[in-house]
């Protein structure tokens, strides 16, 4: 017997076990809106009176289980009375579900975030798929709220009360191997055997997994102390005037049993305090940022399998590395093994970490990335990118045989940081062809990625750059051809008024200092510092065309003297084992930070005037994804606007034309 609803299709086999399948209608992904939340529970009135044998909750879409709540319902919400009716819909739904009488059981493929794993939480059992796409997270605290659902109560049940901190105060995911592993899953199966796997399991009568007695004792009595450990851990990472929300999910879990909805309204954990916290306005508006920026390269069909990269430096080598791990056949070219050889050493570092150690998985990987020091690769390639020294000359001459070399249909880019492509497109027969694509210093943590377009590049090439970008899961910022695009454009005045404050006399560390309060992950010296001191002087002599007559003596001097740096041991800093030595700060001046921060926002807004990006929405994008500028002000032009003050954030246009999914994502 089958049953169709909206969003939901009920099926009851012969036997009296039940599958409720979930499928969202009119979208590609599933999520919790109120319409589909009402249907839900409208299927448990029904059991009520017909119980199933056992229930079994799994998706139609391919596109994974559920990805959370409705974002676009979230950001209509426009007072605390209707923030607390929106939390008190799931939490109530949720709980009727977690007290049906027959088991229930969430089987899990694809992506399992936020409302959608609170939902999960709430069945007896869960089963998860095997598969890559599988992840499961509560990430509501990236979006500067909490998981209302239920989630702060059942996931420290469910796993321990140390495990679920983490998850819930950095939003990280777990894959289907790990959930297994932590007991967040009970089965962890092939797709092959998954339905069989769910049928077995919810008429099983196996008790739900018990806690250890001390992860019991840390979950009771002993939360206060579990909770002090932690919060002092976030305030290591995050102020509480900046981010609130971790250290709501704190106090609601320890004080409240993880529910939101029993914390007074005038308490600095309330939904009344976290709705209404220009953070949690501001960090929904960098969501939708982002799933623009996910948008480009979306209008394109190209599907890169071997990239071909030359250059194996840091840069380079880095790049030719995250590629292969994104399954892409790459090739690194560079004057000899012995220059590749490092590269794919740093290469094996990262798979190793990146696969926990799992010895098969990091030998194919590596097995995908090639040493080819004669460049054969590049007839083979469907993208190319040079990622070597910034001399003008050398790069045209090497784009004049790669083009000779190349497939027709081959993207032809540059890794270049600070020339422009037309002077490097000079050494082709065709200029259309080149495009820039530029990684950003670590290349596997950094999630942007500009994409270059000069006055002659072909769009077609432009979007295939952006395509193979979302390919290996970077953000695509699309960029014009100018003096350091947006990002480098915008950090160089920064980093150069930071270092000119202590041209004046004022100590590194009350510089970084000042700055990380601001909200900034790293303060400018300590950026300098880790970037190299001889960039940051090439980098504004390119982008000024005289480094010497704005640079400070002291910067001058140093590099003259060796001293680069992180990677020398000894810059404005000294460095020991990749950690530099810093001096109590001491008291910060007043307006300190402002002035340093205002050469960042006046370069971000002359970026948008000139056109190097489209409007002041791709501005923020890129200087957020591209810097770590404060995400909690939403932007240095929404900053700038004032909005960071309170008034609702800019609503974001989408790329291509599309609207962005409204998904609540890790």
């Known amino acids: 017997m089958s049953v169709t609803y909206k969003h939901w299709r009920l099926e009851r086999e012969a036997d009296g076990l ?27 009135a029904a059991f009520e009176s017909t119980p199933p044998k056992g229930l079994i909750i799994a998706s139609a879409k391919p596109a994974g289980f559920i990805a959370g709540a409705d974002i676009e319902e979230f950001t209509r919400v426009d007072s605390a009375d209707a923030a607390r009716r929106l939390v008190e819909r799931g939490w109530s739904l949720f709980n009727r579900l977690a007290a049906v009488r027959f088991p229930t059981l969430a089987l899990i493929r694809g992506h399992c975030m936020g409302g959608g794993l609170e939902l999960a939480l709430a069945c007896r059992y869960r089963v998860v798929v095997d598969e890559p796409g599988t992840r499961l997270a509560l990430p509501e605290v990236m979006l500067g709220i909490v998981p209302g659902w239920g989630g702060m109560k059942r996931l420290p049940e469910v796993v321990g009360p140390a495990l679920a901190l983490d998850l819930m105060l950095t939003g990280k995911g ?13 089965e962890c199966v092939p797709p092959r055997v998954m ?26 009595p002993l939360k ?25 999910i704190l106090d609601i879990w320890a004080r409240y049993g993880g529910n939101a909805l029993a914390v007074p309204a005038g308490d600095p954990a309330s939904l009344e305090t976290i709705f209404r916290s220009p953070t949690a306005r501001n960090l929904v508006r960098v969501f939708f940022l982002q799933e623009r920026l996910k948008g480009f390269g979306k209008d394109s069909d190209f599907v890169p399998r071997h990239v071909h990269v030359v250059g194996a430096g840091v840069m380079g080598g880095d790049i030719a590395a995250v590629c292969a791990l994104r399954g892409m056949t790459v090739t690194l070219q560079d004057q000899g093994v012995e220059r590749i050889a490092p590269a794919i050493a740093r290469a094996a570092k990262l798979y190793e970490r990146k696969f926990r150690g ?64 037309e002077d490097i497109a000079q050494g082709l027969a065709d200029p259309s062809r080149l495009v820039g694509i530029h990684f950003f210093n670590p290349v596997a943590m950094m999630p942007l990625v500009e994409v270059v377009r000069g006055a002659a590049s072909d769009e077609e090439a432009v979007r295939r750059a952006a395509a193979f970008v979302r390919r290996i899961d970077k ?49 400018p010296v300590e950026l300098v510092d880790t970037v190299g001191l001889d960039i940051a002087v090439a980098a504004g002599k390119a982008l000024t065309g005289a480094a010497e007559a704005s640079a400070p003596a002291r910067l001058l001097s140093l590099v003259a003297a060796g001293h680069l740096g992180k990677k020398s041991g000894q810059g404005y800093y000294a460095w020991d084992n990749g950690k530099p030595r810093k001096a109590a700060a001491g008291p910060v001046p007043e307006g300190l930070a402002a002035r340093i921060v205002a050469p960042l926002l006046n370069a971000t807004r002359r970026c948008v005037e000139q056109g190097v990006v489209a409007d002041a929405d791709l501005a923020d994008a890129g200087v957020i994804f591209g810097t770590g500028f404060a995400p909690f002000t939403g932007g240095p032009m929404n900053y700038q606007s004032g909005m960071v003050a309170g008034s609702a954030p800019r609503r974001v246009a989408a790329a291509s034309g599309e609207r962005p999914a409204h998904t609540q994502e890790a």
């Open 18 to 44: 039940a599958w409720l399948w979930f499928d969202k209608a009119g979208a590609g992904t599933n999520t919790l809106s109120t319409e589909a939340m009402e249907e839900f529970a409208s299927v448990l």
């Open 174 to 186: 777990v894959n289907a191997q790990r959930a297994r592993k932590i007991g967040l899953a009970d």
């Open 195 to 220: 339905e069989n796997a769910a049928r077995l399991l919810v008429v099983s009568g196996q008790a739900p997994r018990s806690l250890p007695w001390m992860l019991k004792l840390m979950n009771g």
């Open 224 to 248: 206060a102390i579990v909770a002090k450990k932690a919060r002092e851990q976030v305030a290591t990472k995050a102020r509480p005037e900046h981010y609130p929300a971790p250290y709501a």
């Open 358 to 421: 799992d010895a098969k998985q990091v030998r194919f990987t590596l097995d995908r990335l090639v040493a080819d020091p004669d460049g054969h690769g590049a007839a083979r390639a469907d993208v190319i990118i040079e990622a070597i020294f910034e001399n003008l000359e050398v790069k045209r001459g090497l784009f004049a045989d790669l083009e000779r070399r190349a497939r027709p249909d081959a993207v032809l880019a540059t890794n270049t940081s600070s020339l422009r492509l």
């Open 475 to 523: 953000l695509p910022l699309p960029v014009a051809s100018a003096p350091g695009f947006l990002v480098n454009a915008v950090l160089g005045p920064y980093m150069l008024e930071a270092l000119r404050c202590v041209e004046e006399g004022i100590a590194p560390e009350v510089v970084d200092a000042a700055m990380l309060a601001f909200g900034m992950p790293m303060g």
